[in-house]
């Protein structure tokens, strides 16, 4: 859709035309209150990564209230948003880097281990954890149900850690050549998903037990005893004897957590503007600068973001997991609003006869992978606060409320912004035949040629080194 018809307003756009102007509305504002969830929800991860040191120092001075770290994350992003979307981009971009980097380093360390070439425990373990203590760990029950449970709890945090896969269709706007931009970013983010979400779960499979008592201990410790030495990764090298490791783990985790959140605050600002834009919030949200930052939308997203003080009261562990929880379902209702605009587009297309040679890029599985995902989504969904009915031999408790209420509750306020906005607004279904595919796209176009002659003009008939092109290729694609 995007590469079709690059909207500033992004996938927003996308569904106030294909499907209905009531879910563009109730897509846009749920994707803002996942970004402004999710940006102190990184803040809140860097400051159990940073209360990782001190608790290995035994400290619990002043200087280790999470309040002062919460502050500082805060106005850094803040200022890195605020001073251009250039020096955005090229903070990003070394941020980026660094970050590949380290997970090709996570990548052959994890390979190492599971080979037991270092460690003082060095000892090769290969496949020995998927025999012993095995798969599908039994959570908050036994037997089968408990199996059940747990593999659905898992996936609740597996589809936080995909999310984010979408962000192309939010940037498109500012692209310089979307119609080429967009086909590849798609392409190489399913090929980065794959190498380092798939490759490195399972490595971390071969080399850390399900059980390991260092992995579990944010489960079963209170919440000022919890910090990021529960890592994986540093788990991974404490069991295997590896001394000074886990604190580079922890810096390589700091550079994650607060990339995320610096990026996360940028598409909660361009969320709103695109919501000022398509008319579905106040104009003053729509209002740029010289630098064209839309100053008004960053400065109440940053506002937003302070509910990551309320760590220091709530308590930092388990502030961070209702926020896990509430930024999945959010996500998921995205994606749900997403397929939805997908399959609209789709029919709209072969309503109108537009083919699908016309396009710049086409869904590798059509309308069919969409309506498959949709089902799988809306199963995630129903399933996602299941936990919350069993007991819990920890607690006591027999019914978990309060999860209960995070894991279900973006449900009906997203329900409650379709109906109230078709109700006030008396919005009717974009009929495929009656769907707009082709406003603003002349303009779009005209962009597009002149940005491609001037590349043209500019490289000057330069030819591609085949060093440029082995970079392009192999580095240049992970960055």
Known sequence: MAAWLPLPSGFTGFAHRFVDPALGFALGWNYWFKYIITTPNNIIASVLVIRYWFNKAGYDGPGANGAIYVAIILAAIIAINYFGVGLFGEFEFWLSSAKVLVMLGLIIFTIVLA???????????????????????????????????????????????????????????????????????????????????????????????????????????????????????????????????????????????????????????????????????????????????????????????????????????????????????????????????????????????????????????????????????????????WPTFVHNPVTGEKFDWRNFIVSYIPIPIYLGMIFGYKIIMKTERVKASDADLFGGKAKIDDDEAEFLAEEMRRKGGVIETKYQKYYRVTLGNFF
């Open 115 to 385: 080979t037991g070439a270092a460690g003082s425990n060095s000892r090769p373990t290969g496949f020995h954890y998927w025999n012993d203590p095995g798969a599908f760990a039994a959570y908050k029950a036994s037997g089968g149900g408990g199996r059940f449970l747990g593999f659905w709890n898992v996936m609740t945090s597996a589809v936080f850690s995909y999310l984010g896969a979408e962000l192309v269709g939010v940037t498109v706007g500012e692209a310089q050549n979307p119609r080429r931009a967009i086909p590849r970013a798609v392409k190489l983010t399913f090929f980065r998903i794959v190498f380092f979400y798939i490759v490195l779960i399972l490595l971390l499979g071969m080399t850390v037990p399900y059980n390991s008592p260092q992995l579990l201990s944010a489960n079963t410790a209170s919440d000022e005893t919890v910090s990021a030495e529960a890592s994986p990764f540093v788990v991974a090298a404490l069991i295997a004897g590896v001394d000074g490791l886990p604190d580079v783990i922890n810096v390589c985790l700091l550079i994650f957590t607060f990339s995320a959140a610096n990026s996360d605050l940028y598409i909660a600002t361009r969320s709103l503007y695109s919501l000022a834009i398509e008319g579905n919030a106040p104009k003053i949200f729509g209002r740029t600068n010289d630098k064209g930052i839309p100053i008004y939308a960053l400065a109440l997203s940053s506002a937003c973001c302070t509910i990551a003080f309320m760590s220091t009261d709530v308590g930092t562990f388990k502030t961070f997991s209702y926020f896990v929880t509430l930024v999945t379902i959010f996500g998921i209702l995205t994606w749900i609003s997403i397929l939805v605009s997908h399959i609209g587009f789709v029919r709209a297309r072969k309503a109108q006869n537009i083919e699908d040679t016309a396009l710049a890029y086409v869904s590798p599985f059509g309308v069919k992978g969409s309506y498959a995902a949709l089902i799988f989504a809306c199963i995630i969904t129903f399933f996602n606060g």
